[in-house]
């Protein structure tokens, strides 16, 4: 049974670039979250993606935004990218997200460094 | 605005020698508590998910407690391989909807042989 998949696993790109994120999540779940983990830090929320459409968004500007295809997968995409961007950028796929709780799976992540 | 707090930000111990983690939170409607072992360069990985007051749950060496206030992560006899940052998260809700996870800065934990 195939985890949280994301690639790319590493990338560097230039300040103002642009930068595409992608993640398949676990067989069977249809919900989709991006996070944020800057070095020594805990993970931040950036946005959760169920039926295609973003349901929740944490602090992020509007340089970040997503994408959820009907297969459940999904991209963060990244506009005008800051020094302050660098950092490594979890998936975490769940189901349903329904009034009970959740058992909320990660990927392995993609660092991403801005120079 | 949901809160996690974790404690110590780091600890040594010896092989063998047992301990907990605190986890200290405040959130809206807690819909779930969940701990995360996160080796370096790796992504979080799934130890437990509490959902109320009193709810204990045992893995291996591991074991987490739940309060209206805390969470504890104990561990018993550790090993080097136990040796990892451990993320502590909280989930709010209060709609028909799961939220995002609020994240503690995790404990640094090393097992010396």
């Known amino acids: 049974d195939a985890g949280v998949t994301q690639s790319p696993t590493h990338l560097i790109k230039t300040r103002g670039q642009q930068v595409t994120l992608r993640c398949s999540p676990k067989s069977g779940h249809d919900t989709v979250s991006w996070y944020q983990q800057a070095l020594g830090q805990g993970p931040q929320f950036i946005f959760q993606y169920y039926e295609e459409e973003e349901r929740q968004r944490g602090n992020f500007p509007d340089r970040f935004s997503g994408h959820q295809f009907p297969n459940y997968s999904s991209e963060l995409n990244v506009n005008a990218l800051l020094l302050g961007d660098s950092a490594l950028y979890l998936c975490?796929?769940?189901f349903g997200g329904g009034p009970t709780g959740n058992t909320i799976y990660f990927g392995e992540g993609s660092w991403l460094t801005v120079v | 605005e949901d809160q996690v707090t974790q404690s110590p930000e780091a600890l040594r111990l010896q092989e063998g020698e047992s301990s907990s983690l605190n986890c200290s939170y405040t959130v809206s409607g807690l819909r779930g508590l969940f701990w995360y072992r996160q080796d370096p360069g790796k992504g979080p990985e799934f130890l437990f998910t509490?959902?109320?007051a009193g709810e204990e749950k045992e893995k291996e060496r591991l074991k987490a407690t739940l309060t209206k206030k805390e969470s504890f992560l104990h561990i018993t006899a550790p090993k080097p391989e136990d040796s990892a940052t451990y993320l502590c998260?909280?989930?709010?809700?209060?709609?028909?909807?799961?939220?995002?996870?609020?994240f503690g800065k995790g404990t640094h934990l090393i097992i010396q042989p």
């Open positions: 998260a909280v989930q709010a809700g209060s709609g028909g909807g799961a939220d995002g996870l609020t």
């Open positions: 975490a796929s769940s």
């Open positions: 509490l959902y109320s």
